[in-house]
């Protein structure tokens, strides 16, 4: 039984859909949403981006007003409208008052951190909207649980996962319920379309370092990220450069060229760490003016080397192979196209990335 009826649909001139988003979330999310604009063309889909991270704190407002992932989404041609001002508790106010002065026939909700606060969130976005929202079973102790729950007309069943499942079979299950939406395997296979401005730029930037086009194919290009939004899932500077070293030394990569990425917040502390030991034919990367750096210079790489990040999600949605570093904790996080990825996990489950030796990534990228 479909979550919203079709005779609702069909009624419905627009849609808001809310969630927390990271990056890798969009990167497989995004295919949900460009099917049901494709099954439901006459549905306006206005996406509200949720900060996890809302503060009182002015000073932290600057780098939350600048998340890379509002470029992406605005500039996705299926979403009308994208609320993106939800990082103070003030403009949070300010944003629920401008959605339902939009006066939303439906409102879906697929937050699943926190279900209790975004299903209030959703019904307070429209209060007189068919409100679909995750539900998990209301804790005891907390009564507000199912007051909140009360507030949704309808809510999703929980994904049934089975073994080797990924991301996107549970991604493609809420779009099922929803509306009957179906996605095969290519229509979830990660995607993003970048502008040539960007891919200028990209080819720019690679000049100005001295990595000119006439060097490719003997001196492939290399990008590594070691860093991700948690200390789990980051891997040591001081490692990235005992790989590049170790890799420069002998081997099919010897002529190599590298850039590390970090994020523009943690680039300056991240070079020093090895300011000393820089290996040659090495450089910092970061997408300081927009989003779409990251994609474009990376579409510019023979390889990518990344935590399990957003950056091992767009290295599949640019085609360039990747290896991934992950815990074995989520699985199902793992890059999409198998055939093009190679996955490094740590050896047990409870290890961090950092317990990957450069050992173990050298091997796997000298034997692809």
């Not at 299926?78 to 026939?105: D, N």
């Not at 068919?130 to 909140?148: E, F, I, L, N």
């Not at 993003?192 to 891919?199: A, E, G, H, Y």
Request: aromatic share 12%; net charge positive; glycine share 4%.
């Amino acid at each position: 039984m479909q979550l919203i009826s079709q005779e609702r649909l069909a009624k419905a001139d627009k849609i808001l859909f809310i969630a927390h988003l990271a990056i890798g979330d969009f990167t497989y999310l995004q295919n949900g949403f460009k099917a049901f604009a494709q099954a439901y063309p006459h549905v306006r889909i206005d996406l509200w981006i949720d900060e996890v991270r809302r503060t009182s704190d002015s000073s932290q407002w600057g780098h939350l007003k600048n998340y890379a992932l509002y470029d992406w989404a605005e500039s996705c041609p299926f979403f009308a409208k994208v609320y993106r001002r939800t990082y103070s508790p003030a403009l949070l106010e300010e944003s629920i008052a401008e959605a339902q002065a939009e006066a939303y026939p439906i409102v879906v909700s697929l937050a699943t951190l926190r279900p209790p606060q975004y299903a209030r969130l959703a019904r307070a976005c429209g209060p007189s909207a068919w409100v679909v929202g995750m539900r998990r079973k209301p804790r005891w102790y907390v009564p507000a649980d199912r007051c909140a729950y009360r507030r949704l007309d309808a809510s999703f069943a929980p994904f049934q996962s089975f073994p080797g499942y990924h991301i996107t079979d549970e991604y493609a299950d809420w779009f099922k319920q929803l509306g009957g939406v179906t996605m095969d395997a290519g229509q979830r296979f990660p995607f993003i379309d970048i502008d040539p401005q960007w891919q200028a730029q990209a080819r720019s930037q690679l000049a100005a370092w001295g990595f000119a086009d006439s060097d490719e194919g003997t001196a492939p290009l290399v990008f590594i990220n070691p860093f991700a939004k948690t200390r789990k899932r980051c891997w040591p500077v001081g490692r990235v450069a005992d790989l590049i070293e170790a890799l420069q030394a002998d081997g099919k990569w010897r002529n190599a060229r590298f850039i590390i990425n970090a994020t523009p917040q943690e680039i300056e502390a991240a070079r020093q760490q090895i300011a000393d030991r820089l290996p040659p034919r090495t450089v910092w990367f970061s997408a300081n003016q927009n989003f779409y750096q990251l994609p474009a210079l990376l579409q510019c790489c023979d390889l990518v080397v990344s935590v399990e990040t957003a950056v091992m999600h767009l290295a599949n949605a640019v085609h360039v192979p990747v290896v991934a570093l992950m815990r074995r904790k989520n699985p199902e996080w793992a890059p999409f196209d198998k055939a093009h990825s190679r996955v490094v996990m740590a050896a047990r489950r409870g290890d961090w990335v950092d317990a990957i030796p450069v050992s173990q990534v050298r091997d796997v990228m000298e034997a692809l």
